[in-house]
Nanobody, 123 residues
Framework: VQLQASGGGLVQTGGSLRLSCTASWSSFSYYVMGWFRQSPGKEREFVAAVSWNGGRTAYADSAKGRFTISRYDAHNTVYLQMNNLKPEDTAVYYC?????????????????WGQGTQVTVSS
């Protein structure tokens, strides 16, 4: 069971990035998928999550109106479209998964974590 995240990079303030995360298992559609992030010296924090069927989403207040999470089950992939990026969005972003029909915002609820992808927003 693996989660492979990609799409991070260096972008200027106000720019956009799209993160992707592909799961290696076949029952992807039974999993809630999400993103967390962690900056140096800060605790890991929830960013966004999407339910198993894409019908429900949840966002951190910092992400609302700027980030959009979506999933494409045919490709076992979840996306995080990030617009109007700010320097405070700089962090390592982790893709997460859990076999659940809910929308989970607590890190301990997720059983599977990807390796992380670095997002750096310059001012």
């Amino acid at each position: 069971v693996q989660l492979q995240a990609s799409g991070g990079g260096l972008v200027q303030t106000g720019g956009s990035l799209r993160l992707s995360c592909t799961a290696s298992w076949s029952s992807f559609s039974y999993y809630v998928m999400g993103w967390f992030r962690q900056s140096p010296g800060k605790e890991r924090e929830f960013v966004a999550a999407v339910s198993w069927n894409g019908g429900r989403t949840a966002y951190a207040d910092s992400a609302k109106g700027r980030f959009t999470i979506s999933r494409y089950d045919a490709h076992n992939t979840v996306y995080l479209q990030m617009n109007n990026l700010k320097p405070e969005d700089t962090a390592v972003y982790y893709c997460v998964a859990d076999r659940s029909f809910g929308v989970e915002v607590i890190s301990d609820e997720y059983d599977y974590w990807g390796q992380g992808t670095q997002v750096t927003v310059s001012s």
